[in-house]
C-alpha cells in the first residue's frame, strides 16, 4: 500500500472550530457600504459581465477581498460576509453587487449551456426526471458535494420559512480521518472515478469522465466529489460496474462528512455572502419549507469563481475542468450558444 502522509495546516479544521478563525466571519461597516453603493452608481450603465475591479472601485474593502481571496486558497478555504442591506435593492441591483464584489475573488464562469453566469438557486418546481432538474433547484436535502469551479460563492437574497441550512466540512480532515481509520480505502479514493455529464450540460461531448475523490500536486491537497454524478455513471451499462472496494471507500466518505462533530452548521441570512473555495471543503443544505407567498421564498445568487491564485491540480481533471494549472481560468461549463 503507498504511503499516505496527513495534510496539516489551517484547512484541516474539524467542524465548529472554523467558527473561532479570523478569516471565517467578515462584518461590513457603513464606509464599506457606501463604498459599494458609489461603485453601484458608476456602474449603473454597464452590462453586468462588464464590471470587474478596475471599475467597481471599492478603496478599503478591496483590500479586505484582496485578504479574503488569498484566506480561501491558504486558510480555512471558507469566508461568510455580513452585513449587506440586501433588502434595500432590487434583485437586479443585488446581483450587480454581488458580481461587484466576486470580481475581487476570481472570473465567473459558466454555470450553464446557456452560458449563465449568475445562477438562481431556488425552488423550480421540476418534476423527478425533469431535463432541467438539478438539486439547487429542488427543496430538497442534498448531499455533501463540490461543484466544478476553483471557488463557490452564494448571496442570499430570502431564506426559507424553515430548513434549508447549511453544512460544511473540510475536506482536508475528512482525508486525515480516513487515513487515520481506514487508509486502506485511501488508494481507491485517489484512483479515478467514473462521472456522468449532467443532464444540463449539453454544451460538453464527453459523456462521462473520470477523476479521484482525492489528490495531490506538488505537494497541495485538492478533493472533487459529486456523489450524485459517479452512481449515474456506473448505474450505466456502458462502463464497467463499479467494484465493492470503490463503492465502500465512497459511502465511507459520507460516513465520515456526515458525523456531527466533522462538520459545521450555519443559517446563510439574507445579504450574506458565502465563499467557498471547493478543493478543500464540501458543502450541503438541509431539505427546507418555503413561504406560502411567492415573493417570500427562499432565493440565493449562485457565481462559479476561477480564482487566479487557485492552486495546481492533478492532470486527471483536465477533461472535466478544461485546465489544471495554478491560477488558470477553468471549471464551468461550456456554452452552446
Known amino acids: 500500500m503507498p504511503e499516505f502522509k496527513p495534510v496539516s495546516g489551517p484547512s484541516a479544521w474539524i467542524g465548529k472550530e472554523i467558527t473561532l478563525r479570523d478569516d471565517w466571519r467578515v462584518e461590513l461597516t457603513p464606509s464599506h457600504l457606501d463604498e459599494l453603493t458609489e ?4 456602474t449603473a450603465t454597464l452590462p453586468l459581465e462588464s464590471i470587474h475591479q478596475e471599475n467597481f472601485r471599492l478603496p478599503t474593502l478591496g483590500p479586505l477581498l484582496a485578504r479574503i481571496q488569498d484566506q480561501l486558497e491558504n486558510g480555512s478555504g471558507a469566508t461568510i460576509i455580513k452585513g449587506f442591506p440586501v433588502e434595500g435593492f432590487t434583485t437586479s441591483q443585488a446581483e450587480r453587487h454581488f458580481w461587484g464584489v466576486s470580481s475581487y475573488i476570481g472570473t465567473a464562469v459558466s454555470q450553464s449551456a446557456t452560458g449563465e453566469r449568475i445562477f438562481h438557486v431556488r425552488d423550480e418546481g421540476f418534476q423527478e426526471g425533469h431535463p432541467k432538474a438539478r438539486g439547487p433547484n429542488t427543496r430538497k436535502r442534498l448531499r455533501f458535494h463540490t461543484d466544478r469551479c476553483d471557488v463557490i460563492g452564494f448571496m442570499c437574497l430570502q431564506q426559507a420559512l424553515s430548513g434549508g441550512v447549511n453544512q460544511l466540512v473540510s475536506s482536508v480532515a475528512v482525508y486525515n480521518q480516513i487515513l487515520e481509520e481506514r487508509p486502506d480505502l485511501l488508494s481507491e479514493l485517489m484512483s479515478p472515478y467514473y462521472y456522468k455529464r449532467h443532464n444540463v450540460d449539453t454544451g460538453s461531448t464527453l459523456p462521462y469522465c473520470q477523476q ?10 485538492a478533493s472533487a466529489y459529486l456523489r450524485v454524478l459517479i452512481d449515474r455513471a456506473y448505474a450505466d451499462n456502458d462502463i464497467p460496474p463499479m467494484t465493492s472496494a470503490q463503492q465502500e471507500a465512497l459511502d465511507f466518505v459520507d460516513e465520515v462528512t456526515a458525523r456531527p462533530e466533522m462538520h459545521v452548521e450555519f443559517r446563510q441570512e439574507p445579504g450574506d455572502i458565502v465563499f467557498l ?5 464540501y458543502h450541503r443544505r438541509t431539505e427546507f419549507t418555503d413561504h406560502p407567498d411567492s415573493a417570500k421564498r427562499r432565493h440565493i ?11 495546481a ?3 486527471m481533471f483536465r477533461a472535466n475542468y478544461g485546465a489544471v494549472e495554478a491560477g488558470a481560468i477553468r471549471g464551468g461549463m461550456h456554452a452552446t450558444s
Do not use: C, M
Not at 461603485?39 to 458608476?42: D, E, I, S
Open 39 to 42: 461603485a453601484l452608481n458608476q
Open 212 to 221: 479521484p475523490i482525492f489528490s495531490f500536486r506538488d505537494g497541495l491537497f
Open 277 to 281: 473555495n471547493n478543493w478543500i471543503t
Open 301 to 311: 445568487l449562485r457565481l462559479w469563481l476561477a480564482t487566479p491564485n487557485s492552486r
Open 313 to 315: 491540480i492533478d492532470e
